[in-house]
């Protein structure tokens, strides 16, 4: 279970962008803002930075998450992964009724991968000097 | 040849990527629209959101491949991968001429895309419960 | 040593990332750019723009990086992505200052990308064909 843990996370990490992508399709359709555009109505903006929010923290969050279980650290690295998928669901969820309500979910998740870097940066500091 | 059939997908997903980089830096210059605005022409808009849509894609499809190729299907996972690889070429291709036609190639690669995360799943839960 | 330099241009990476992130909150707090717009301010769209430009060179460059080390170049990969890393750097700083500017840093990254991605393109074949 636990050398899987890690696999999870990037599963759930999956799903979680794979959502924001349909939450910005959908929102799309919904309020009539054609492709290309990327304005014309304020739902569609939300969704649309949603999921732009969550692309920009995946393209951190995965690398992060990879020298953390590089380094030695599966299960405590997985566990704060799990903690950041749970903030980003929330300030996903959050941000999509009110942007000013996104901060919770993205302090949560800032701490989860703040979590995960220390544990990779302990982990290659570690193997670079103690070896 | 099969083993390394994964790697011959994420460098097609790379030259992918860098071919949308490109028509952008190219519509950018061709329609006059001076960084960092992203807009003033249909043209560089087209070109600038075919560029988001591969990047959000491969935000995706990189991941799943990883997991499909860690729990065993480096042949169909990569095979689904030269299916998601040929779909967002097409959909590119497509949405540069006219946003209308990009539905064809979007559907091709979002099938070859559902292949991997089935695989992916698959293998994980097999290895969660079965070991 | 050169076993884990892959894994510290990785950490750069992630923070590089880390910092244009960084610079695009403080740019939408500093000149009052309020979520989700993204346009409003030449100096937030500039922030706005680093960061959108760094995340889709990292979506382009840390493939081509795994590409290379996997097929046997870690230490030459890796002083590659450094080189890499710091154009990005130097892209990042000069286009917050001016546009105009960040064409020398953008090289020197280019640069480090594509003798990376030449490396993996030689290590691939390689593999393909002698075995």
Redesign the interface.
């Given at each position: 279970?636990t050398q899987?843990l890690p696999?999870?996370v990037?599963?759930l990490?999956?799903l979680l962008?794979?959502g924001t992508?349909w939450a910005t399709g959908h929102a799309r359709e919904k309020y009539g803002v054609?492709?290309?555009?990327?304005s014309g109505h304020?739902g569609f903006?939300?969704a649309?930075?949603v999921?732009m929010n969550t692309?920009?923290s995946?393209?951190?969050f995965?690398?992060?998450l990879?020298?953390a279980v590089?380094?030695g650290f599966s299960l405590w690295g997985g566990l704060a992964g799990l903690v950041w998928v749970f903030g980003r669901v929330w300030y996903a969820v959050a941000?999509l009724k009110d942007?000013a309500k996104?901060g919770p979910g993205y302090m949560v998740s800032s701490a989860g991968w703040g979590v995960v870097?220390v544990l990779?940066?302990v982990g290659?500091v570690r193997?670079?000097f103690i070896g």
């Amino acid at each position: 279970m636990t050398q899987h843990l890690p696999a999870i996370v990037v599963l759930l990490t999956i799903l979680l962008q794979f959502g924001t992508v349909w939450a910005t399709g959908h929102a799309r359709e919904k309020y009539g803002v054609k492709a290309p555009a990327i304005s014309g109505h304020p739902g569609f903006e939300r969704a649309w930075r949603v999921q732009m929010n969550t692309l920009e923290s995946t393209a951190i969050f995965l690398p992060t998450l990879w020298l953390a279980v590089q380094y030695g650290f599966s299960l405590w690295g997985g566990l704060a992964g799990l903690v950041w998928v749970f903030g980003r669901v929330w300030y996903a969820v959050a941000y999509l009724k009110d942007p000013a309500k996104r901060g919770p979910g993205y302090m949560v998740s800032s701490a989860g991968w703040g979590v995960v870097l220390v544990l990779g940066v302990v982990g290659l500091v570690r193997a670079l000097f103690i070896g």
